[in-house]
T-cell receptor, first 115, second 111 residues
Framework: ETGVTQTPRHLVMGMTNKKSLKCEQH?????MYWYKQSAKKPLELMFV???????ENNSVPSRFSPECPNSSHLFLHLHTLQPEDSALYLC??????????????FGEGSWLTVV | DQQVKQNSPSLSVQEGRISILNCDYT??????FLWYKKYPAEGPTFLIS?????DKNEDGRFTVFLNKSAKHLSLHIVPSQPGDSAVYFC??????????FGQGTRLTINP
C-alpha cells in the first residue's frame, strides 16, 4: 500500500463523457502532480500543484482540468477526450521544500481507456 | 531536448548475476538523482537516490553510482532476483525543481 491513493484504478469512457480521476495522499506532503504515461514514452508531467496553487501546466489540452481543493487531494477532470488520451495517469506527491532534492512518491495509477 | 536518457530500452540478466542500468544526462546543474522501479499496471516506486555531493549510495542490493564529469548515473543490482524484473526509470532534478525522467529500461531476470 502506498501513501498515494488513486481512484478509480480503471476507467473506460466515451468521447462525450465527463469523468474525474481522484488522488489522495497521506504523506503530509504539500506538492501534488499529475503525470501521463503512454506506451513507449517517457513519463510526461501534466500539472504541478504546490501549496494548493497550480505552478505548472505543461501545455496540456483544456479537455484535462485539474483541481486541488487542499494539500491532500487532487482531481483530474476529463471532458470530451480523444482515443489517443488513453494512457496510465499517475498522481504523485512530494514535500516541495524538502532538501536536498525532490523525491516524489507515486500512486498506483488510473488506467484510462477512451472509446 | 531530452535531458535524461536511458539508451538501453531493455536488458536481460541471469538470476544471481549483477544488473547494471545506465543513465546519461546533459544538464550539469542537476544535483539530485533518483531511480524508480515500475511493475506493469502500477505506479513507479522510489528505489534509491543520490545527491551530487556523493559518488556512491548503497541500500542493500542496490547501489547507485554518479560520475559527474561524465554526466553518467548507474544502478547496480546484485545479486539479481526474479522479482527485480520491471521497468527502471532514472530521474534528475535541480534544486527543488521538477524531476526529469528518462525513458525507462525494461530489466528481465532469467532463472
Amino acid at each position: 500500500e502506498t501513501g498515494v491513493t488513486q481512484t478509480p484504478r480503471h476507467l473506460v469512457m466515451g468521447m462525450t463523457n465527463k469523468k474525474s480521476l481522484k488522488c489522495e495522499q497521506h504523506l503530509g506532503h504539500n506538492a501534488m502532480y499529475w503525470y501521463k504515461q503512454s506506451a513507449k514514452k517517457p513519463l510526461e508531467l501534466m500539472f504541478v500543484y504546490s501549496l494548493e496553487e497550480r505552478v505548472e501546466n505543461n501545455s496540456v489540452p483544456s479537455r484535462f482540468s485539474p483541481e486541488c481543493p487542499n494539500s491532500s487531494h487532487l482531481f483530474l477532470h476529463l471532458h470530451t477526450l480523444q482515443p489517443e488520451d488513453s494512457a496510465l495517469y499517475l498522481c504523485a506527491s512530494s514535500q516541495a521544500t524538502q532538501g536536498p532534492g525532490n523525491t516524489i512518491y507515486f500512486g498506483e495509477g488510473s488506467w484510462l481507456t477512451v472509446v | 531536448d531530452q535531458q535524461v536518457k536511458q539508451n538501453s530500452p531493455s536488458l536481460s540478466v541471469q538470476e544471481g548475476r549483477i544488473s547494471i542500468l545506465n543513465c546519461d544526462y546533459t544538464n550539469s546543474m542537476f544535483d539530485y538523482f533518483l531511480w524508480y522501479k515500475k511493475y506493469p499496471a502500477e505506479g513507479p516506486t522510489f528505489l534509491i537516490s543520490i545527491s551530487s555531493i556523493k559518488d556512491k549510495n548503497e541500500d542493500g542490493r542496490f547501489t547507485v553510482f554518479l560520475n559527474k564529469s561524465a554526466k553518467h548515473l548507474s544502478l547496480h543490482i546484485v545479486p539479481s532476483q526474479p522479482g527485480d524484473s520491471a521497468v527502471y526509470f532514472c530521474a534528475a532534478s535541480q534544486g527543488a525543481q521538477k524531476l526529469v525522467f528518462g525513458q525507462g529500461t525494461r530489466l528481465t531476470i532469467n532463472p
